[in-house]
Each structure stands twice: as C-alpha cells, then as structure tokens.
C-alpha cells in the first residue's frame, strides 16, 4: 500500500521558479513508476512528467525544458522543479503511482495511486 503526499504549491509571478515534492508513504523499497499530472477546473487531468523505474524520465512538450521530474531513490520524495513559470501553468499539480509494470508513459489511466493534490497560481 502507497500513500501520496504533496507539497511545495503556491502563488507565483510569470517567470519565477517552484520545487513540488511528493512524499511516498511505503513499506516497499522498490521504485515505482511514478508521474506528475495537473489539472485546471473544466479540463482533463493532463499527465506532464513521468520517471520509471530505471530513472528513464518523459514529459510532454509544454513542459519539456522547464520542468524536471527527480527522485534519489526509492525512500525519498519524488520533486518537480518548475522553472520559467506562465499563467498557463496555473492547476493543481497531483503525483502519482503506476503499480503495474510497463512502458514508462504519462497516460492517466496507467496510474492507480494519487495524492490529493497542490495547487499552483501563476499571475501574470
């Protein structure tokens, strides 16, 4: 059982930079394929970074270049570096857990566990 944890949201300006972290409560030390979604009211979840469980990393094209999905290892938190900042990034930014095996992907319906979410508010 895995239980999520997220922290690091807030209010911005366009162009300022944030550190997301994603605290994984678990009993297993294996590293779990694990992603950052976000979401705005109205919209679909959208997935915008994924890291397996070789450190193999994928984003989608909005965020490659700004963002970098990290984690040390399998007992410490997974972080999103958010850098350069614009209003369209503006969601709540949720982590979560593939417990299958597979390719890594950012499709949302891959991931079984989620947190509960922290939102982030780009001004402009």
């Known amino acids: 059982h895995v239980q999520l944890v997220e922290s690091g949201g807030g209010s911005v300006q366009a162009g300022e930079s944030l550190t997301l972290s994603c605290a994984a409560y678990t009993s297993s030390s294996a590293r779990h394929h694990m992603a950052w979604f976000r979401q705005v009211p109205g919209e679909e979840r959208e997935g915008i970074a994924a890291?397996?469980?070789?450190?193999?990393?994928q984003y989608v094209d909005s965020v490659k270049d700004r963002f970098t999905i990290s984690r040390d290892n399998a007992k410490k938190p997974l972080y999103l570096q958010l850098n350069t900042l614009n209003p369209e990034d503006s969601a709540i930014y949720y982590c979560?857990?593939?417990?299958?095996?597979?390719?890594?992907?950012?499709?949302?319906?891959?991931?079984?566990?989620w947190g509960q979410g922290t939102q982030v508010t780009v001004s402009s």
């Open positions: 979560a857990v593939r417990g299958s095996r597979g390719a890594c992907t950012l499709t949302l319906s891959a991931f079984d566990i």
């Open positions: 890291i397996d469980s070789t450190g193999y990393t």
